[in-house]
């Protein structure tokens, strides 16, 4: 499977922006799927993951109420809407394909396939 993620950019605090991750070259529909970002010198950190139906999802603390994951089986799109932004969501974003139970989904290990990464820049 290969991820294409997109929508990244620059966008002020209190911003919106919405991430795209199309999948090709597999069946979509049969993963799980999630976000994860990574700054500079730290380590990988889990945003949120959702199920192949879409039926379940979590989302990471730091990000709660503010972004919001999602898919759309039949265009074999992932999506994340980022709200409420703010500078410390500033890194890139990278999505990735797993058929582990919820238990893992926070784990990066779990996921087989990653796509390469969108900026996402928030600054006045």
């Known amino acids: 499977v290969q991820l294409q993620a997109s929508g990244g950019g620059l966008e002020q605090p209190g911003g919106s922006l919405r991430l795209s991750c199309v999948a090709s070259?597999?069946?979509?529909?049969?993963?799980?799927m999630g976000w994860f970002r990574q700054a500079p010198g730290k380590e990988r950190e889990f945003v949120a993951a959702?199920?192949?139906?879409?039926?379940?999802?979590i989302t990471e603390d730091s990000v709660k109420g503010r972004f919001i994951i999602s898919r759309e089986n039949t265009r074999n799109t992932l999506y994340l809407q980022m709200n409420s932004l703010k500078p410390e969501d500033t890194t890139v974003y990278s999505c990735?394909?797993?058929?582990?139970?919820?238990?893992?989904?926070?784990?990066?290990?779990?996921?087989?396939?990653w796509g390469q990464g969108t900026q996402v820049t928030v600054s006045s």
């Open positions: 959702i199920s192949r139906n879409g039926g379940s999802k």
């Open positions: 070259g597999g069946t979509f529909s049969t993963y799980n």
């Open positions: 990735a394909a797993s058929r582990a139970v919820m238990s893992a989904w926070r784990n990066e290990d779990v996921y087989y396939y």
